[in-house]
């Protein structure tokens, strides 16, 4: 096999950047509203067991319609805890992290008879190519062959995202929550309920990059499967400054350096420090932009105004 298959690296990573940049973008909408979310690799674990479920039961629409829905289910216990009860937002994170993989592997037992995976080769998606990208020379047009079409959805999100966030009365009205909690009330909007919205989105596409994962790319159920892409996608939200374009853009970094390990053939070093790569790339991309970076200025902090509503 060739050191490095580019063309077969950027598939492969088309495929995370997917789940990175849909588990982001979910992240991007609860702290644009100021409720931090750490807790987005739980909601993909949940919505990794739940979709490959639903798809085995009702067809791959069905698995990610059912991942996407628990996800948001789930990430109503993080709202309850944060904006109702103004828990600590990372403490809420990592509870929901925690929890997730017990009730994961209770959900495998009882749908798949395995605590720790289901049977391979769930219904998935017929393939798509795109035409004219294909025939890229270099071997580059083999990674817009045998697409999953909900890649292409993942491309063209941005455009919805940027409007509802810019250009219409939510968007507006969820990003003043997460900047200025106290303003937006006094304009008489409810800020409790922009951000419960905002957490249920960010449980729903979460949720709904955990199913995609287990239904298109692996095409089962295992425990352990996410391996830190929620992290992952935190750090593109970080490296992407919260602006969905950006996002996109580290989105694609990440999902290139996940997929190069699984690809790529060193002679000489071993399997175990090939793998590291991604985490090494995040730690990196992170370091070197951890000072130029600007959340939302309310973000992680709680609201006291008539009860967090």
């Known amino acids: 096999m060739p050191l490095?298959?580019?063309?077969?690296?950027?598939?492969?990573?088309?495929?995370y950047f997917t789940i990175i940049y849909l588990t982001a973008i979910g992240g991007l909408f609860s702290e644009r509203s100021g409720?931090?979310?750490?807790?987005?690799?739980?909601?993909m674990v949940v919505g990794?067991?739940?979709?490959?479920?639903?798809?085995?039961?009702?067809g791959p629409v069905a698995g990610l319609l059912i991942g996407a829905a628990a996800g948001m289910l789930f990430s109503l216990v993080h709202a309850v805890a944060t904006v109702t009860f103004r828990v600590d937002h990372i403490v809420s994170g990592v509870v929901i992290n925690v929890v997730a993989?017990?009730?994961?592997r209770f959900l495998s037992q009882l749908f798949f008879g395995s605590a720790s995976q289901s049977d391979s080769g769930i219904p998935h998606f017929d393939k798509i190519d795109i035409p004219l990208l294909e025939s890229i020379p270099l071997g580059l047009g083999r990674a817009f062959q045998n697409l999953s079409p909900i890649t292409v959805v993942a491309f063209l999100l941005a455009i919805p995202v940027l409007f509802v966030l810019n250009r219409s009365r939510f968007g507006l009205r969820l990003?003043?929550?997460?900047?200025?909690p106290e303003a937006t009330r006094t304009l008489g909007v409810?800020?409790?309920?922009?951000?419960?919205?905002?957490v249920a989105i960010s449980g729903t596409l979460a949720g709904f990059a955990g199913a995609f994962l287990a239904i298109e790319v692996n095409e089962l159920y295992q425990e352990g499967q996410t391996q830190g892409l929620?992290?992952?996608?935190?750090?593109?939200?970080i490296l992407g400054n919260w602006s969905p374009l950006r996002v996109m853009l580290g989105a694609m970094l990440f999902g290139l350096a996940t997929g190069i390990p699984l690809r790529v053939d060193i002679p000489g070093i071993p399997e175990q420090f090939v793998r590291m790569i991604p985490y090494i790339v995040t730690i990196v991309a992170i370091a070197g932009f951890?000072?130029?970076?600007?959340?939302?200025?309310?973000a992680g902090k709680a609201y006291e105004g008539a009860g967090g509503t």
């Open 35 to 43: 409720i931090v979310n750490i807790g987005l690799e739980g909601l």
């Open 101 to 104: 993989l017990g009730l994961a």
């Open 290 to 298: 951890v000072g130029r970076v600007q959340p939302p200025a309310a």
């Open 4 to 15: 490095l298959d580019v063309g077969a690296v950027v598939a492969l990573g088309f495929q």
């Open 190 to 198: 409810r800020v409790g309920p922009l951000r419960y919205a905002g």
């Open 175 to 180: 990003r003043s929550a997460g900047e200025n």
């Open 48 to 58: 990794t067991v739940m979709g490959a479920w639903g798809s085995i039961n009702w």
């Open 230 to 237: 929620g992290f992952i996608a935190l750090a593109s939200l």
